[in-house]
């Protein structure tokens, strides 16, 4: 009976430390799985007044900034119900400008990470280079440019909170082990993006944003460094053919001044 009562006592003191890092887990999770019946019904819609191809990306994209509104209302009203809850180290945070300079550090170390994933990738795996996720939402974007905003502003922001402050950051309070969370978040962080070829393109930016998320001790720090990435592959894939164009263009006249 008192074992019992023990193990009672340990499952709810578990629950009340982290029930708000489970609820935000669930909101992510569930707030995914809804927007399969809304693309269904949003797909109707668009399709019957565009082409096929802008009916699907106005269906992805207006979908997702629906989705994302809503989660980002209840993961926030989740946290305003938890006290302490980005109490996660012992140490203070670092000042938030601070925070940002470490994450725009985060940032370069999350691409250096992806291109060293790439060689690996294509040299020991065989792997064709390039992201059909990222080619896709790219293509989304030029058609309609509301879906900038989740890929710019909301995925780094739900995304950190969810991988880094409810999954990282609960993993760490329980173990004190940086790599467990780290690994356990990155591997989730890659399979919820669906290119699990590409596990390794994934795994280097959550380890980028994991490492300023312990450093700083501020879930700002890894938002500013998902938020630099995500806008620097952005404007890129955006302009792709004019930077190709410029890049052909000097090639053209160094090779004129040879």
Do not use: C
């Given at each position: 009976?008192?074992?019992?009562?023990?193990?009672?006592?340990?499952?709810?003191?578990f629950?009340?430390?982290?029930?708000?890092?489970?609820?935000?887990?669930?909101?992510f999770v569930?707030?995914?799985?809804?927007?399969?019946?809304?693309?269904?019904m949003m797909?109707?819609?668009?399709?019957a007044?565009?082409?096929?191809?802008?009916a699907?990306?106005?269906?992805?994209?207006?979908?997702?900034?629906?989705?994302?509104i809503?989660?980002?209302?209840i993961i926030?009203?989740?946290?305003?119900?938890?006290?302490?809850?980005w109490?996660?180290f012992?140490?203070?945070?670092?000042?938030p400008?601070?925070?940002i300079?470490?994450g725009?550090?985060?940032?370069?170390?999350?691409m250096?990470g992806?291109?060293?994933?790439?060689v690996?990738e294509?040299?020991?795996?065989?792997?064709?280079?390039?992201s059909?996720?990222?080619?896709?939402?790219?293509?989304?974007?030029q058609?309609?440019?509301i879906?900038?905003?989740?890929?710019?502003?909301?995925?780094?922001?739900?995304?950190?909170?969810?991988?880094r402050?409810?999954?990282f950051g609960?993993?760490?309070k329980?173990?004190?082990?940086?790599w467990?969370?780290?690994?356990?978040?990155?591997?989730?962080?890659?399979?919820?993006?669906w290119?699990?070829?590409?596990?390794?393109?994934?795994?280097?930016?959550?380890?980028?944003?994991?490492?300023?998320?312990?450093?700083?001790?501020?879930?700002?720090?890894?938002?500013?460094?998902h938020?630099f990435?995500?806008?620097?592959?952005?404007?890129?894939?955006?302009?792709?053919?004019?930077?190709e164009?410029?890049?052909?263009?000097?090639?053209?006249?160094?090779?004129?001044l040879?």
């Open positions: 009976m008192n074992r019992q009562s023990f193990s009672l006592r340990s499952i709810g003191s629950f009340k430390e982290h029930w708000a890092g489970l609820a935000i887990i669930a909101t569930i707030s995914h799985l809804l927007s399969i019946p809304l693309q269904l797909f109707k819609y668009f399709i007044r565009y082409e096929q191809l802008d699907f990306a106005y269906t992805i994209s207006y979908t997702m900034i629906t989705i994302n809503l989660a980002a209302v926030a009203i989740i946290i305003s119900r938890k006290q302490n809850f109490q996660v012992q140490e203070p945070r670092m000042h400008i601070a925070s300079g470490l725009f550090v985060g940032f370069i170390l999350a250096i992806q291109a060293v994933a790439a690996i294509t040299k020991l795996f065989g792997i064709e280079p390039g059909a996720n990222t080619e896709t939402l790219s293509v989304i974007s058609i309609s440019p879906m900038i905003i989740s890929i710019v502003i909301f995925a780094p922001l739900l995304e950190e909170i969810v991988f402050r409810a999954i609960g993993l760490y329980m173990t004190h082990n940086f467990l969370g780290a690994v356990v978040s990155g591997l989730l962080f890659a399979v919820v993006h290119e699990l070829e590409h596990l390794l393109m994934y795994l280097m930016p959550a380890f980028a944003f994991a490492f300023v998320y312990y450093i700083s001790r501020s879930i700002i720090a890894p938002i500013a460094a938020f990435m995500n806008s620097f592959v952005t404007i890129i894939q955006l302009n792709y053919d004019k930077l164009k410029y890049v052909e263009q000097t090639q053209n006249f160094i090779h004129w040879q």
